[in-house]
C-alpha cells in the first residue's frame, strides 16, 4: 500500500501559474506509471497528464502546452507544473500510482478566479 499527499494548490488568476506536488510514502521508482487527474465542480474525473517508468509523458489535448508532469525518483515526487491557468482549470487535483492496482491521494484544490 502506497499512501499519496498532494500540496501546492490554491488560488491563481487566469494566465497565472501553480506546482503541485505529490509525495508518496513508498517508492515510485518502482510503478509503472504515476499520473495527475482533476475533477471539477459537478463533473466526473479528468485524466490530465501521465510519465511512465520510463519516462514517455502524455497529456490531455486541454492541458497540453500548458502543463507539464516531472517525477524524482529520488525524492518519491511527482510534479505538475501549471501554466497560461484558464477558470476551466478549477478542480481538485489527484495524483495516483500504478502497479499492479492504482494508488490515490485525497487530492488538492486549485481555484482559477480573477
Known amino acids: 500500500q502506497v499512501q499519496f499527499v498532494e500540496s501546492g494548490g490554491g488560488l491563481a488568476q487566469p494566465g497565472g501559474s501553480l506546482r503541485l506536488s505529490c509525495v508518496a510514502d513508498?517508492?515510485?521508482?518502482?510503478?509503472?506509471?504515476v499520473g495527475w487527474h482533476r475533477q471539477a465542480p459537478g463533473k466526473g474525473r479528468e485524466w490530465v497528464a501521465l510519465?511512465?517508468?520510463?519516462?514517455?509523458?502524455t497529456y490531455a489535448d486541454s492541458v497540453k502546452g500548458r502543463f507539464t508532469i516531472s517525477r524524482d525518483n529520488a525524492k518519491n515526487t511527482v510534479y505538475l507544473q501549471m501554466n497560461s491557468l484558464k477558470f476551466e482549470d478549477t478542480a481538485v487535483y489527484y495524483c495516483?500510482?500504478?502497479?499492479?492496482?492504482?494508488?490515490w491521494g485525497q487530492g488538492t484544490q486549485v481555484t482559477v478566479s480573477s
Open positions: 513508498g517508492s515510485i521508482a518502482k510503478m509503472d506509471a
Open positions: 510519465i511512465t517508468n520510463g519516462g514517455m509523458v
Open positions: 495516483n500510482g500504478v502497479s499492479g492496482q492504482a494508488y
